[in-house]
């Protein structure tokens, strides 16, 4: 189905069940889940919706996401269009390399359209304040094309915030404008607080507003150079480049960081899995991202052009296939995503670290980050080889519904005996 299509069918009910996906879907007002046994009639979306409805249609057949992997990441990105990546198993890979973020219209992807559009606006001779108007509208149809996420509204109410200030004089603040987004949203449709991706874009953009700069800060004090011996291996017409790079990469670094961190637990608890090596794949393919989504909007927009059309989309493809294979590099690595099984308590655990740290802003020290870093790896290397080396024989039952799956372990070595019926003993051995 597409946004705002209506469906007479004949169906079978099911109520939500007692998992964590029931309760969830209870929070958000669903009551259960209706599998459509035939279809009896059918209705387009009318209106401003029908048409974008039809134009998103359109966009998705021009890409073909069904020709291979980076024309189904460029539906995602682009159109909001995930069936592909879901049916190609890409949803998964994404998800295990920590960049989920990136196959999600949200913030980053309507920044890119709206300074497109305004570019436009801008040659086509637009004054000031109508180009930013016009704008803000023809952004706020990208949004609708894509099925209105939660993340990508959020960013467009976020958008219309800053707008408004400066037609006013007033000066950009992201956490002002984050509460109006949120309470906006809130007061608009109650259920939307409990939407997974509102609760994570809101999350991520909180703490950016509140620790990006320190995170900042706080990487320069740890790594960043600050004497001539330390870059006494750069030539000298090369330092200022790469003092350049390093500020960047660290920036970029810090903000992966703070994303994950205010995050985690929140992943954790609902899917039961955490990446490892979502910061560095954020540095690796982040960069990627704005051309790619840039070359896939503009690809679209010169669809009908003989021979541009087709040359601009192939160089999309191109950048989509390279972030695809290297999105399958990092998920390939040993321990890239862990299997967890932590309390819904723990949701609560970065909240209570970002209010101490807010109360206590303790200044950033090179030599106390250091042996911080140092304990910490200390700590992480003795988990891993009291989890996976020092392991004490034991035989343990796992729990596969209808049938036997019994492990037996002894160090680094171990043995299974039957793996039970489906797939339940991959998420067993998972949390083993």
């Known amino acids: 189905m597409t946004r705002g299509e209506r469906l007479r069918a004949v169906g079978r009910f099911s109520p939500n069940g007692s998992d964590d996906w029931g309760v969830s879907s209870r929070s958000q007002g669903i009551a259960g889940r209706i599998r459509a046994v035939r279809i009896t009639e059918r209705w387009r979306a009318g209106g401003v919706v029908g048409v974008l409805t039809g134009l998103r249609e359109g966009v998705v057949a021009r890409i073909a996401p069904e020709r291979g992997e980076g024309r189904a990441l460029l539906a995602g990105i682009v159109a909001g269009d995930r069936r592909e990546l879901k049916a190609q198993g890409l949803s998964d890979v994404f998800s295990a390399a920590g960049l989920s973020h990136l196959v999600a219209v949200s913030g980053a992807h309507l920044a890119i359209a ?27 149809l990208f949004v609708l094309m894509c099925s209105c996420p939660a993340s990508a ?39 939307c607080a409990c939407d997974l991706g509102f609760q994570l874009s809101m999350l991520s953009v909180a703490s950016l ?31 200022p480049h790469m003092a350049k790079l390093g500020r960047s990469v660290r920036s970029s670094l810090a903000a992966s960081l703070v994303c994950q961190l205010s995050t985690w637990a929140v992943v954790a608890v609902t899917f039961g ?17 704005s051309p790619l989504v840039l070359a896939g909007l503009v690809a679209c927009l010169l669809a009908a ?16 296939c390279l972030v695809v294979a290297l999105t399958r590099q990092f998920a390939a690595l040993p321990f890239s995503s862990v299997a967890v099984v932590v309390p819904r308590w723990v949701e609560l655990l970065p909240i209570i670290v970002a209010l101490l740290l ?19 790896l200390a700590v992480a290397i003795a988990i891993f080889v009291r989890l996976y080396v020092l392991v004490p024989a034991s035989v343990t039952v796992l729990d596969v519904g209808q049938g036997d799956a019994i492990l037996v372990r002894d160090g680094p070595h171990a043995l299974l005996v039957d793996t039970g019926p489906g797939d339940a003993i991959s998420d067993a051995l998972a949390r083993q």
């Open 209 to 239: 507003s509140l620790f990006g700069p320190y995170a900042r800060a706080t990487l320069d004090a740890l790594i960043a150079p600050r004497t001539y011996r330390e870059m006494r291996l750069t030539p000298r017409p090369l330092r």
């Open 153 to 191: 509204v959020r960013a467009w109410v976020m958008l219309a915030a800053s707008v408004a200030g400066k037609g006013a004089g007033r000066r950009g603040h992201a956490p002002s404008g984050l509460a109006i987004a949120g309470s906006l949203m809130c007061l608009s449709d109650p259920f």
């Open 273 to 289: 899995r955490v990446s490892t090596v979502g910061p560095i794949a954020s540095l690796a393919v982040g960069p990627l991202l």
């Open 114 to 140: 709206h300074a497109l559009v305004e570019g436009l606006l801008l040659c086509a001779g637009v004054p000031g304040g109508s180009r930013r108007v016009l704008a803000l509208g023809l952004s706020a």
């Open 305 to 320: 052009v003989p021979v541009v059309g087709g040359l601009l989309l192939a160089v999309a493809d191109g950048l989509a």
């Open 358 to 376: 807010l109360a206590l802003w303790p200044r950033p020290s090179r030599r106390v980050l250091t042996k911080v870093s140092l304990g910490g």
